[in-house]
C-alpha cells in the first residue's frame, strides 16, 4: 500500500505516521533529559508535551481538511485518519508557539528563555518528522539499485539536518530569543527551496506554488515579527534568566568547543557526517 512502512498482523504503520510519532518522541525525550536546564520539572515538560502534542494534532488536522471542508463533510470518518499524512504544519506551529508563550508566563518563565531552550527539540523533531515525507514521484531521483531519493526531500531534510547542526556545534553567541528564531528559519528555508525544487521539476504550479508562497510568508513573517513579538518583548527578562557562566542555550556549549583539539573535531565532525548518511539511508524510497 502507498506510503504503508510495514505491517504487523492487521496493523498497518505507515511512513508519515510513523515518523511523526517518533519526531514527537524524540524531542520530548530531549526536553526530558534537560528538564533542569529548561527550568521546568519532568512533570511540567510532559504536560506541556502533550498539550502540544494534542494541539498539533487539532489545528493542523483543521488547516489541513479546511481547503476540502466538503468533501470532509461528506466522508467524516476521514478527518481522523492521519496517518497516512494530513497535517497541516504552519497552523499547528503558530497554535503551538502561542500555547508555549502562555505556558512560560504561567510557569512564571521568560517566553525567550523557553523557547530558546526548547529550539533543539523542535530541531531534532524536525529532522525525524522529515524522514516521514511523502514523495513518491520519480521524475529526477536519484536511483541506486531498487532504492530512490527525490531531489526536493533530499534538500529538505538536508536544511533540517544543518539546522540542528548549526544549534548543536556552532560557536556563535544568540541573544535571547534567537537560538529558537534560527530554527525557524533553516526551516522556513527547507521548505522554500524543496517547494522550489519540486516546481522545477514537476512544471506544476498546484501545489507547489502554493507551497513556494507558504514558505515565503512562513519566511518573512519570522524575519518581520518574530522578534517584536519574542525576543524583543522578552529580552529584558530573558536576560535575568541568562545562564551565570555565560553559555549559549542550547545543545552545546562555545566554551568547550574551544578547548577542544582539532582531531576531536574532527571526531566530532565525522560523527555528524556518519548521522547524516544513516538518515539519508532512512530517507530512502523503494521502486
Given at each position: 500500500?502507498?506510503?504503508?512502512?510495514?505491517?504487523?498482523?492487521?496493523?498497518?504503520?505507515?511512513?508519515?505516521?510513523?515518523?511523526?510519532?517518533?519526531?514527537?518522541?524524540?524531542?520530548?525525550?530531549?526536553?526530558?533529559?534537560?528538564?533542569?536546564?529548561?527550568?521546568?520539572?519532568?512533570?511540567?515538560v510532559?504536560?506541556?508535551?502533550?498539550?502540544?502534542?494534542?494541539?498539533?494534532?487539532v489545528?493542523?488536522?483543521?488547516?489541513?481538511?479546511?481547503?476540502?471542508?466538503?468533501?470532509?463533510?461528506?466522508?467524516?470518518?476521514?478527518?481522523?485518519?492521519v496517518?497516512?499524512?494530513?497535517?497541516?504544519?504552519?497552523?499547528?506551529?503558530?497554535?503551538?508557539?502561542?500555547?508555549?508563550?502562555?505556558?512560560?508566563?504561567?510557569?512564571?518563565?521568560?517566553?525567550?528563555?523557553?523557547f530558546?531552550?526548547?529550539?533543539?527539540?523542535?530541531?531534532l523533531g524536525?529532522?525525524?518528522?522529515?524522514?516521514?515525507?511523502?514523495?513518491?514521484?520519480?521524475?529526477?531521483?536519484?536511483?541506486i539499485?531498487?532504492?530512490?531519493?527525490?531531489?526536493?526531500?533530499?534538500?529538505?531534510?538536508?536544511?533540517?539536518?544543518?539546522?540542528?547542526?548549526?544549534?548543536?556545534?556552532?560557536?556563535?553567541?544568540?541573544?535571547?530569543?534567537?537560538?529558537?528564531?534560527?530554527?525557524?528559519?533553516?526551516?522556513?528555508?527547507?521548505?522554500?527551496?524543496?517547494?522550489?525544487?519540486?516546481?522545477?521539476?514537476?512544471?506544476?504550479?498546484?501545489?507547489?506554488?502554493?507551497?513556494?508562497?507558504?514558505?515565503?510568508?512562513?519566511?518573512?513573517?519570522?524575519?518581520?515579527?518574530?522578534?517584536k513579538?519574542?525576543?524583543?518583548?522578552?529580552?529584558?527578562?530573558?536576560?535575568?534568566?541568562?545562564?551565570?557562566?555565560?553559555?549559549?542555550?542550547?545543545?552545546?556549549?562555545?566554551?568547550?568547543?574551544?578547548?577542544?583539539?582539532?582531531?576531536?573535531?574532527?571526531?566530532?565532525?565525522?560523527?555528524?557526517?556518519?548521522?547524516?548518511?544513516?538518515?539519508?539511508?532512512?530517507?530512502?524510497?523503494?521502486?
Open positions: 500500500m502507498p506510503g504503508e512502512l510495514l505491517r504487523i498482523g492487521p496493523i498497518d504503520f505507515y511512513t508519515y505516521g510513523t515518523y511523526l510519532a517518533a519526531a514527537f518522541l524524540a524531542g520530548t525525550g530531549l526536553a526530558i533529559l534537560e528538564t533542569k536546564r529548561l527550568g521546568l520539572d519532568r512533570h511540567q510532559t504536560m506541556l508535551a502533550a498539550w502540544l502534542m494534542g494541539l498539533g494534532l489545528v493542523g488536522r483543521l488547516g489541513y481538511i479546511m481547503p476540502d471542508l466538503g468533501y470532509y463533510l461528506a466522508n467524516a470518518l476521514e478527518i481522523f485518519i496517518g497516512e499524512g494530513g497535517l497541516s504544519y504552519l497552523p499547528a506551529l503558530v497554535a503551538g508557539m502561542i500555547f508555549t508563550h502562555r505556558f512560560a508566563r504561567k510557569n512564571g518563565i521568560s517566553p525567550p528563555v523557553l530558546d531552550r526548547l529550539a533543539p527539540c523542535l530541531a524536525l529532522v525525524v518528522s522529515s524522514l516521514g515525507t511523502i514523495e513518491p514521484t520519480l521524475p529526477g531521483a536519484i536511483i539499485g531498487n532504492l530512490y531519493w527525490p531531489p526536493p526531500l533530499l534538500l529538505y531534510f538536508t536544511i533540517e539536518f544543518a539546522g540542528l547542526w548549526y544549534l548543536a556545534v556552532g560557536k556563535k553567541s544568540f541573544r535571547s530569543g534567537s537560538r529558537f528564531k534560527a530554527v525557524l528559519l533553516f526551516d522556513a528555508a527547507a521548505r522554500l527551496t524543496s517547494s522550489m525544487a519540486a516546481w522545477w521539476l514537476h512544471r506544476h504550479y498546484m501545489p507547489f506554488g502554493l507551497s513556494i508562497t507558504a514558505a515565503l510568508i512562513y519566511l518573512a513573517a519570522v524575519v518581520g515579527f518574530y522578534d513579538w519574542i525576543g524583543a518583548a522578552g529580552a529584558a527578562q530573558g536576560a535575568q534568566h541568562a545562564d551565570e557562566s555565560g553559555k549559549t542555550i542550547g545543545m552545546g556549549s562555545p566554551a568547550g568547543y574551544r578547548k577542544n583539539n582539532s582531531k576531536v573535531r574532527l571526531g566530532r565532525t565525522a560523527t555528524w557526517c556518519g548521522i547524516y548518511i544513516l538518515f539519508v539511508l532512512f530517507l530512502s524510497r523503494s521502486i
